[in-house]
């Protein structure tokens, strides 16, 4: 069965540095999304990606974070300048939908995540 | 503000019981409710997707409502086993369908 992949499983890094985070979707779709889980809190949405645009983000997803499909099947999240609050669970998910987005076919299948620790 | 409140917040429950876990949302303009699966370390795993106008859909023993007028969903779990331990996440996408607010899970212990 497709899935998600996220490399890697564990990302250990110094305060200020930047990091990304990359992720492979499943292949014929074509939403991309990226969430985070601070230990212990609810999951939260960063941002969602089509035809190479943004189309959505959060209010988290600040000036700090990009996302890029810098080819056919990567997509990452950079973090320029990681602070210790950007510890968290990171999760990529894809979907593919149907062009009715109100009959919207919307299933997200999530990575296994990358597990950021900023020290 | 938009929100998404689970309950109960954790749960014990013995193998073959069936439970109903609660969802109350004010997330507007509604787009469509997930319910997810997650067990400890890993990603959610979708077990329903519901637009508005849908108030009950089912995936093998889990079977979810969706009362759009008051704002409620419910998941039900029929003849629960030992791996239906996990959090169980209720998901309210707004608008367009992409933004969406995760509520706090409920965590579901099924004990044998």
């Known amino acids: 069965e497709p899935e998600v992949t996220q490399t890697p499983s564990h990302q250990v890094t110094q305060m200020g540095q930047e990091v990304i985070l990359r992720c492979v979707p499943i292949s014929n779709h074509l939403y991309f999304y990226w969430y985070r889980q601070i230990l212990g809190q609810k999951v939260e949405f960063l941002v969602s990606f089509y035809n190479n645009e943004i189309s959505e983000k959060s209010e988290i997803f600040d000036d700090q974070f990009s996302v890029e499909r810098p080819d056919g099947s990567n997509f990452t999240l950079k973090i320029r300048s990681t602070k210790l609050e950007d510890s968290a669970m990171y999760f990529c998910a894809s979907s593919e939908i149907s062009r009715d987005r109100v009959l919207a076919k919307n299933i997200q299948y999530f990575g296994a995540g990358t597990r950021l620790s900023v020290l | ?112």
């Open chain 2, 1 to 112: 503000k938009n929100q998404v409140e689970q309950s109960p917040q954790s749960l014990i429950i013995l193998e073959g019981k069936n439970c109903t876990l609660q969802c109350n949302y004010t997330v507007s303009p509604f787009s469509n409710l997930r319910w997810y699966k997650q067990d400890t370390g890993r990603g959610p795993v979708s077990l329903t997707i519901m637009t508005f106008s849908e108030n009950t859909k089912s995936n093998g023993r889990y079977t979810a409502t969706l009362d759009a007028d008051t704002k409620q969903s419910s998941l039900h779990i029929t003849a629960s086993q030992l791996s239906d331990s996990a959090s169980y996440i209720c998901v309210v996408s707004e608008g367009g369908g992409f933004k969406t607010i995760f509520g706090a899970g409920t965590r579901l212990f099924v004990k044998a």
